[in-house]
């Protein structure tokens, strides 16, 4: 199976700051690449998916980038509304595997 | 709107089998796949396996492999999710989600294995 890997773990930054979360596969996926939002006792949100398209309502301070085997997610400007959980999934090859996510915790 | 409704929470003891379900509306049911995806206390996602709604086939994870069970009905625009053998660390929050990508999300299910 692909193996997905993110960093940082943890990720510390001032609200206003950019923040950059990597994700890394462990073999090619293409562009099929999803980006997921996860806030205490909810569901997770889909942000980006194809890499690098927005989910219908995203905030343009969300971006994402890459393909093939390297995989960047930015927010520009963080809101207090987006120190969560974020995750990123493949879903070129089945089983659709997850990274084991990046806390993004207020600094 | 899209709507995933799963069923409420469940509390399991060890050996037993446990059944959650995910009621579909908004949407023509048979034409988006529905993906079955679990979060431990403190986890990441971790993803089950898949149900094509049209011809009821099914993928999954192989850790999961003759333990994990998906059908639908097409009737009632629902999808069972069964799981057997439960052991403690099957505890977690079971979510279904609709795609891919997994645009829309169920409220996900607590099922608890415990003695």
């Known amino acids: 199976e692909i193996v997905m890997t993110q960093s940082p773990a943890t990720l510390s930054v001032s609200p206003g700051e950019r923040a950059t979360l990597s994700c890394r596969a462990s073999?090619?996926?293409?562009?099929?690449l999803a980006w997921f939002q996860q806030k205490p006792g909810q569901a997770p949100r889909l942000l980006i998916y194809?890499?690098?398209t927005g989910a219908t309502g995203l905030p343009a301070r969300f971006s994402g980038s890459g393909s093939g085997t390297e995989f960047t997610l930015t927010i520009s400007s963080l809101q207090s509304e987006d120190f969560a959980v974020y995750s990123c999934q493949q879903y070129n090859k089945w089983p659709y595997t997850f990274g084991q996510g990046t806390k993004l915790e207020i600094k | 709107q899209v709507q995933l409704e799963q069923s409420g929470a469940e509390v399991k003891k060890p050996g037993a089998s446990v059944r959650v379900s995910c009621a579909a509306s908004g949407y023509t049911f048979t034409d988006y796949y529905i993906h079955w995806v679990r979060q431990a206390p403190g986890q990441g996602l971790d993803w089950m396996g898949v149900i094509n709604p049209d011809d009821g086939s099914t993928t999954f994870a192989q850790k999961l492999q003759g333990r994990v069970t998906l059908t639908r009905d097409t009737s009632t625009r629902t999808v069972y999710m069964e799981l057997s053998s439960l052991r403690s660390e099957d505890t977690a929050v079971y979510y279904c989600?609709?795609?891919?990508?997994?645009?829309?999300w169920g409220q996900g299910t607590l099922v608890t294995v415990s003695s």
């Open positions: 194809g890499a690098s």
């Open positions: 989600a609709r795609g891919p990508p997994l645009g829309d």
């Open positions: 073999q090619s996926v293409s562009n099929s």
